[in-house]
């Protein structure tokens, strides 16, 4: 079976070489197993045909039967087309041609009766279809009436005449061959429990549902199947790296008692105790820790980090705190070595500016022990960098560090593996987290520290502009200081937006009285620390900034931040950017500028952002809106190679899918059971490399 669905899709009936080298290039379609599993993205209802003169504007694709009373080609150069004239009796439309218009010319005989399908547009008082789908009527009356499939395509497949009905063609040939080849590839119970149909009809009626309840049970079982051997794989990987790996065992917390006693600057929340008992009892379990810890923007993850570095160096161990950015690898080593300073620790930092000479000083005594805590960027790294005992490794922002660099730090310690505890303020949807995070243990701050007060966010038009100013003078004269965020750098002649210089130069005219810093990301890294500096010190009132301030930098007395083209960002940047304020003990304010044309989509985001604080909020309705792989940036790196399920949708029957395969791993972790023989077998014909045990291979 394995064999068959590995075998080229060249050598289906109707494809041949340069087709199949088009599908390999346009939609990674290579053997007869891709394109089984290359399914339709919606399906059009062809069982109801509709009369022209009962066509609206709001109608989705219609199906009109009717005769073409007479066509021609109008226009020349690129601005030729064919137009036909369409009648069903009920009234007339046009079709029209702008590309292939001699096939279509050839193709559409008058006084034949023809069944059109497409899109109808109005166009004056009549209505229009391009490029209609076009089948005489004796072929339909041969075909059962049923819901069409239609699949993803690309431009390229279009200019070559391969349509969404070639890919119908191409599929209706393999499940004739392939059919009998499918084989059932979950456990009988598993079936039964949900009461699935068999695999082979679940992926006949994907593509051909001849009823929606078909098309229903499909979608349902094959969901289910994909998410249970994607939470198959994380918790086998889970169960496998604690059986492995050792971990150090650290259970003397005479160091945490006296930073407790003597040290902590503020009573810790409920939420971060509960999470330092989690990291805790993974630390002293002599298990290899692998926890994921999240918490909005402020909620205090940075001191539980140093609690945990604590609880490592009082075992003799050192620790290493890696952050995404420079800016953001200083302010944690400024914050923290107050701290250390009055534990009497020694602390570093290694950044790629860090001079020659103290690279070495740093080596040599990471090397010795003598270097309790460093805190880095992926300086961090490098081959020459080795420590004497590293206990507990530490990555702030985890998405900007891929799983191999995450890797790299296991290796930076002989004796044993560290213990790694990965940070993120980018709050991560439940969903997400299981099928991203499924092997790391999550721990979750769900609570800002007391005295905070919550960020008042408004939207305001760009008419609005001079009420906006006036509260920006009030705020500044009261002694606060003001963010100012754009989307761009240089003017864009596609994008109608208030570049990054022109929004500084009317903010200068607006504001003649006060000093303003300017900060983005082609400044030299010099030029952007002396800017950031004046503007904690004070000495400006406002920063006119790109997105770079979106990570890490602390100014607590900048209570305002307006960002200009609000509707241009994505929900889970304007949550990491309205963080950068609400660091003091004063109100903040976020105030979201944009124009009145809004689509559907940034309405919802910017009505979101002014209704919640609530990071884990705004991160669901994120992924509904932009998908997993725009969220997380997985989408170029394959970790999130789904092919039928939707991490925004499927909660539900993610939730089954995680609980079935956390049932099986604890009755039968090796899968040996004869029952689980088709879990292993599936396993086994999967690719080595993929990410997606639930393929056809």
């Known amino acids: 079976m394995r064999a068959f669905f590995e075998t080229s899709i060249e050598f289906l009936k109707g494809v041949g070489p340069q087709r199949a080298i088009l599908l390999s290039k346009e939609l990674k379609i290579f053997t007869f197993g891709d394109l089984i599993q290359h399914y339709p993205f919606r399906y059009e209802d062809r069982t109801k045909f509709y009369q022209i003169a009962e066509l609206t504007d709001e109608l989705p694709f219609v199906q009109v039967k009717g005769r073409i009373l007479s066509k021609e080609i109008i226009g020349a150069g690129h601005k030729k087309r064919l137009v036909a004239i369409f009648s069903d009796g009920t009234g007339q439309m046009e079709l029209v041609w702008f590309q292939g218009i001699n096939w279509a010319a050839e193709k559409i005989k008058t006084g034949v009766e023809f069944v059109v399908f497409g899109k109808a547009t109005r166009y ?30 690309t431009e390229k497949l279009r200019a070559k005449h391969i349509e969404s009905k070639t890919l119908s063609k191409f599929m209706q040939e393999l499940l004739v061959v392939a059919k009998e080849k499918i084989r059932e590839t979950l456990p009988l119970s598993l ?121 490592a160096i009082g075992s003799k161990a050192q620790a290493a705190l890696m952050a995404p950015t420079e800016i953001l690898a200083q302010q944690h080593f400024k914050n923290l070595g107050r701290y250390a300073a009055k534990m009497n620790l020694t602390i570093e930092l290694l950044t790629g500016s860090t001079k020659k000479s103290d690279r070495k000083r740093i080596h040599e005594r990471l090397q010795d022990g003598s270097l309790n805590i460093l ?48 940070m993120t303020a980018t709050p991560i949807p439940r969903t997400l987290a299981m099928t991203l995070y499924g092997d790391l243990d999550v721990s979750v701050i769900d609570e800002l520290p007391a005295g905070r007060k919550p960020i008042k966010t408004v939207h305001r038009f760009d008419s609005h502009r001079l009420q906006v100013n006036q509260f920006l003078r009030e705020q500044i004269e009261a002694g606060r200081q003001v963010y100012m965020v754009y989307p761009l750098i240089e003017e864009s002649e596609k994008l109608d937006l208030k570049h990054l210089m022109d929004g500084y130069e009317s903010v ?27 503007f904690v010190k004070g000495e400006t009132k406002i920063m006119v900034a790109t997105t770079v301030i979106e990570v890490g930098v602390d100014v607590p007395n900048a209570s305002v931040m307006v960002i200009e083209n609000a509707e241009r960002f994505g929900l889970s940047q304007l949550h990491q950017l309205r963080g ?41 309705t994120d992924l509904k809106l932009r998908g997993p792989g725009d969220l997380m940036g997985t989408q170029q790196s394959g970790v999130l ?19 079935a395969a956390v049932e099986i791993l604890e009755q039968d972790p090796e899968l040996k059971n004869p029952e689980n023989q088709v879990i292993r077998i599936q396993i086994d014909s999967s690719r080595k490399s993929t990410m997606n045990w639930s393929r056809i291979s």
């Open 375 to 422: 805190i880095g960027t992926h300086a961090l790294l490098e081959e020459e960098v080795q420590f004497h005992n590293l206990g507990l490794a530490i990555i702030d922002e985890q998405h900007r560090f891929g799983v191999a660099q995450r890797s790299k730090l296991w290796q930076k310690n002989d004796n044993s593996v560290p213990h790694v505890l990965v």
């Open 508 to 534: 200068c005219r607006a504001f003649p009285d006060y000093a303003i810093s300017i900060l983005h990301g082609k400044m030299k890294p010099e030029a952007k620390d002396f800017e950031m500096l004046r």
């Open 191 to 311: 079936i039964q429990r949900n009461r699935f149909i068999p695999k082979k009809d679940a992926l006949i009626n994907i593509h051909f549902p001849p009823t929606p309840e078909a098309l229903a049970a499909a979608q349902s079982r094959l969901k289910f199947e994909e998410l249970f051997y994607i939470q198959l794989r994380l918790l086998k990987m889970k169960v496998l790296r604690k059986e492995k790996f050792r971990g150090l065992i650290f259970n003397d917390a005479g160091l945490v008692t006296t930073f407790y006693n003597e040290h902590l600057p503020f009573a810790l929340t409920n939420a971060q105790k509960k999470v330092i008992k989690e990291i805790y009892s993974d630390l002293k379990s002599g298990k290899q820790m692998n926890r994921l810890l999240q918490g909005d923007v402020g909620s205090g993850k940075t001191i539980v980090g140093f609690i945990c570095m604590l609880l």
């Open 641 to 659: 190679d789904l092919l039928i399920a939707d991490l925004g949708k499927d909660n539900e029957i993610l939730q089954r899918a995680r609980e």
């Open 124 to 153: 004056g008082s009549k209505f229009n279809i391009a490029h209609p789908e076009l089948e005489p009527v004796i072929n339909i009356n041969q075909k059962p009436a049923s819901l069409h499939p239609v699949y993803p395509l």
């Open 580 to 620: 950068r304020v609400g660091r003091g003990a004063e109100q903040s304010y976020c105030l979201l500028m944009t124009n009145y044309k809004l689509s559907a989509d940034s309405k919802v985001r910017i009505e979101t952002m002014v209704r919640t604080n609530n990071g884990f909020e705004i991160a669901e």
